[in-house]
């Protein structure tokens, strides 16, 4: 099954120097287009200039992953990593030379590679971020980030440690949607004066009884025991698998073991709406409260509240999280919020503005809400376009660095999300130092709903 790798037998970097001094020289090159640096004459780009193109091992191939296939062809995907072999078939028709694996621990062992793309299971995402990151591999993950606090927190010490030289973003690309930077110059600017509150909310729903019961052998071409990983073990069933290309998620993500539910999904990009225009920092308390406890599905119905700390341009704020048929409640009864959609609402005391992914509606509030304290940016010093959010990533590899939704940021998002969780499964509500991650109370359950438990041989930090 296995093919020639094209790419790593024709670069000179590859075959005659460190994978290292490959990478720096892309880095180099990546730098020539911000202006910093003149490269000799001559120097080749383009088609015919292997090496300033990433060597990328796109694992988890298929669904999500299709999303990615024109951005990754631009470069040169070497490997392919799926548990599913009829799904490596059908991206082998895209990228033809790329050697195949079934298991994600052999395949970021490949020793040409630069970075890795990971559209996998939310289960397994903090793994494959943090071996690759081990690796000194530049790395794309799909949200959420992390199934739990511990991971979210892992991933992020390994990323803090290696931001020098490696680039990481999550996968929430509504981010570069125009919206996203003109809901943060209405809050920043003061539009609707001091920020007093924020929430944001989901609007899915897909409630389920349990795990699934046994049925039937996988097929063949499916590795179940890899696509379960580092899980607790749970028997096939076909339902698991039986969604469209994108969204079959949707048949795994509630479960406990295998994701987090709309808290995890929506949750990473309704949530990055808030975050991008806050400037939060992990909270210092959550409470959550929501449908009663089913220790196999994460909940439908579930609100959560952090207090985030205070900043050089905000005070301490609470924030929340509504999702499953709750929501905050309208500033207007005119204005009806589960029109919006998923959304985020900023509540300040002047007024509240109140914005979906690509659309926002400010509403200016009492008697003094005259805007005499506000003053509409220019043109010219409007928050500059992100463009492609794929792009971003990849010109971060190759020398700037810089990107909106790095481990750092998506990583502490990600963490309050989880923390909420924490307080919603003990009914607790928890002080959070985040500096040491340390929970209070700290109830002996607290330390499972901290760590999930993984089976035995599976590591974070391999
Ligand atoms: N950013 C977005 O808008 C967006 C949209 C949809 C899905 N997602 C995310 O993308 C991820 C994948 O979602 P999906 O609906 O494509 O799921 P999926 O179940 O279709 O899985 C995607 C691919 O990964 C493979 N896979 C699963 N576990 C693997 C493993 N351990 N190693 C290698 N390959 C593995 C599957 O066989 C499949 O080919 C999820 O984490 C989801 O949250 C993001």
Same mark, same amino acid.
């Given at each position: 099954m296995k093919k020639p790798n094209r790419?790593?037998?024709?670069?000179?970097?590859?075959?005659?120097?460190?994978?290292?001094?490959?990478?720096?020289?892309l880095q180099?090159?990546?730098?020539?287009?911000?202006?910093?640096?003149?490269? %000799?004459?001559?120097?080749?780009?383009?088609?015919?200039?292997?090496?300033?193109?990433?060597?990328?091992?796109?694992? /988890?191939?298929?669904?999500?992953?299709?999303?990615?296939?024109?951005?990754?062809?631009?470069?040169?995907?070497?490997?392919?990593?799926?548990?599913?072999e009829k799904h490596l078939a059908v991206a082998a028709q895209k990228f %033809?030379?790329?050697?195949?694996?079934?298991?994600?621990?052999?395949?970021?062992?490949?020793?040409?590679?630069?970075?890795?793309?990971?559209?996998?299971?939310?289960?397994?995402?903090?793994?494959?971020?943090?071996?690759?990151?081990?690796?000194?591999?530049?790395?794309?993950?799909?949200?959420?980030?992390?199934?739990?606090?511990?991971?979210?927190?892992?991933?992020r010490a390994t990323y803090l440690k290696k931001r020098h030289k490696l680039a990481t973003q999550v996968g929430t690309q509504r981010h570069a949607f125009p919206n996203f930077n003109r809901v943060r110059e209405l809050v920043r600017d003061g539009a609707i004066g001091r920020l007093e509150y924020v929430s944001a909310w989901g609007t899915r729903k897909i409630p389920k009884p349990g795990y699934l019961p046994a049925?039937?052998?996988?097929?063949?071409?499916?590795?179940?025991?890899?696509?379960?990983? %580092?899980?607790?073990?749970?028997?096939?069933? %076909?339902?698991y698998f039986s969604g469209r290309p994108g969204g079959n998620c949707l048949h795994w993500n509630m479960y406990w073991d295998f994701g987090t539910g709309q808290v995890g999904d929506m949750g990473s990009h309704t949530m990055d709406l808030a975050w991008n225009a806050l400037d939060a920092d992990l909270p210092t308390t959550a409470v959550a409260k929501g449908d009663p406890f089913n220790p196999e599905v994460s909940p439908v119905g579930l609100e959560m509240t952090w207090d985030i700390p205070a900043n050089d341009w905000r005070p301490a704020i609470k924030l929340s999280w509504f999702q499953g048929g709750r929501m905050p409640d309208s500033p207007m009864r005119a204005i009806d919020l589960w029109k919006v959609g998923h959304g985020?609402?900023?509540?300040?005391?002047? /007024?509240?503005?109140?914005?979906?992914?690509?659309?926002?509606?400010?509403?200016?509030? /009492?008697?003094?809400?005259?805007?005499?304290?506000?003053?509409?940016?220019?043109?010219?010093?409007?928050?500059?376009?992100?463009g492609s959010f794929q792009g971003e990533w990849?010109?971060?590899?190759?020398?700037?660095?810089?990107?909106?939704?790095?481990?750092?940021?998506?990583?502490?998002?990600?963490?309050?999300?989880?923390?909420?969780?924490?307080?919603?499964?003990?009914?607790?509500?928890?002080?959070?130092?985040?500096?040491?991650?340390?929970?209070?109370?700290?109830k002996a359950e607290n330390d499972l709903l901290?760590?999930?438990?993984?089976?035995e041989g599976w590591t974070l930090n391999g």
């Open positions: 790419a790593t037998t024709s670069s000179a970097f590859t075959s005659g120097r460190s994978a290292l001094g490959r990478r720096r020289f180099t090159v990546g730098l020539a287009g911000t202006g910093s640096l003149i490269l %000799p004459k001559g120097t080749l780009f383009g088609a015919n200039a292997p090496n300033n193109k990433l060597n990328i091992a796109l694992i /988890g191939v298929w669904g999500r992953a299709m999303a990615h296939y024109n951005a990754l062809a631009g470069e040169n995907v070497v490997a392919l990593c799926d548990v599913d %033809p030379d790329a050697k195949h694996y079934v298991d994600w621990r052999k395949c970021l062992d490949q020793k040409d590679l630069d970075a890795v793309v990971c559209c996998t299971t939310d289960h397994t995402h903090a793994f494959v971020a943090n071996w690759a990151m081990n690796r000194d591999l530049h790395v794309y993950c799909e949200k959420p980030l992390a199934n739990s606090v511990e991971e979210a927190r892992i991933v049925a039937g052998d996988p097929p063949p071409h499916l590795h179940y025991d890899l696509w379960i990983g %580092p899980s607790p073990w749970h028997p096939y069933n %076909p339902e985020a609402m900023f509540e300040g005391d002047k /007024g509240t503005l109140i914005s979906g992914f690509n659309n926002r509606i400010l509403v200016p509030l /009492g008697d003094d809400a005259d805007f005499t304290y506000y003053r509409p940016r220019t043109k010219e010093t409007l928050l500059p376009p992100l990849l010109n971060a590899c190759k020398g700037s660095l810089k990107t909106s939704c790095n481990f750092d940021y998506a990583g502490k998002m990600i963490e309050m999300m989880m923390l909420g969780l924490v307080a919603y499964r003990t009914g607790l509500k928890l002080q959070y130092d985040g500096a040491t991650g340390r929970i209070t109370p700290r901290y760590r999930r438990k993984y089976r």
